[in-house]
């Protein structure tokens, strides 16, 4: 097997549905998964050994390889052929699993772990991992419609390229078809060229659409010709980005987006799009970053 598939658990329900996900997705690409749990204890001085009035089997250090071989037996259920290894990190979980991501084709966490709040829609762990993580990051959210497409928002931004080229990538390895997603309003479409250089900023009705048509064409020309086999459908909309990409959530196995799109800020690591699809996508989401 080659390549790496990273999943961080912490014993919360939301880390063993990642487990869950995270083992198919390393059987498809025919890769390790590596179970990883970040152990902060230690950074905070505090005893990992059984307390003296507790049992033998007791205490941190205990507790975390038990959740650890609970998250194990857990994958190698749900891909009983993979090649499934373990390790406990000392430190904050954000820092290890960004250690992690330097190596590996994807991380897969939960969307809230044993340190969310109560109402939290999504841990700061998987936001701040899907700013910060060296691969792309998969965070598992509702349960997904396993039938659905692989839904991939396309902007048109060079940022967006890579994320393009996983979700083909992950399409053709679910056999699923691909929706290639584009929405654009009057406020965030750029305006095309006047089509009579006589008259300054003119253009016949439907222009705008056209050329955002135009756009998510040649945006997907090159990902088409290297994954023949993949069925993709190009969905253009007249909607708030954020809006029509959760919606069309709703009927997805999969939810692809780029860190940052063409309306992002300089220096910002992640976008408001990639932000609320995190928040309240129905169905897993993978943030993909462009090029540092």
């Not at 253009?236 to 954020?242: D, F």
């Not at 799109?261 to 897993?284: E, I, K, N």
Request: hydrophobic share 45%; with cysteine.
């Amino acid at each position: 097997m080659s390549g790496l598939v990273v999943v961080g658990v912490d014993g919360s329900a939301s880390s063993l549905a990642a487990v869950d996900v995270a083992a198919p997705e390393a059987r498809a690409r025919g890769a390790r998964l590596k179970v990883v749990h970040a152990f902060i204890w230690p950074a905070l001085h505090v005893s990992l050994g059984p307390s003296p009035l507790g049992p033998p089997e007791g205490g941190l250090r205990k507790m975390a390889d038990r959740l650890v071989a609970e998250a194990v037996e857990r994958a190698r259920t749900a891909a009983p052929d993979i090649d499934v290894t373990d390790v406990v990190v000392t430190g904050e979980p954000l820092t290890v699993l960004e250690a992690q991501s330097r190596t590996a084709q994807l991380v897969v966490v939960g969307s809230r772990g044993m340190g969310g709040f109560v109402g939290l829609l999504v841990g700061s762990t998987a936001v701040h991992l899907a700013a910060h993580g060296r691969c792309p990051v998969l965070v598992v959210r509702e349960r997904a419609n396993t039938d659905g497409p692989v839904v991939l928002g396309v902007d048109g931004s060079a940022a967006g390229e890579r994320a393009m080229a996983f979700a083909f990538a992950e399409a053709e390895l679910r056999k699923a078809p691909l929706v290639a997603l584009h929405a654009w309003t009057t406020w965030n479409a750029p305006m095309p060229a006047p089509r009579d250089a006589s008259v300054p900023y003119a253009n016949p009705p439907g222009a705008l659409a056209e050329e955002e048509e135009r756009l998510l064409s040649e945006a997907l020309a090159g990902c088409q010709e290297r994954y023949p086999d993949v069925v993709v459908k190009h969905k253009v909309v007249r909607a708030g980005t954020r809006e029509a990409l959760i919606e069309a959530s709703r009927s997805a196995q999969l939810m692809v987006v780029g860190a940052r799109g063409r309306g992002g800020f300089t220096g910002l690591m992640l976008g408001s799009v990639s932000q609320a699809l995190l928040h309240h996508a129905h169905c897993p989401v993978v943030v993909v970053r462009g090029k540092e």
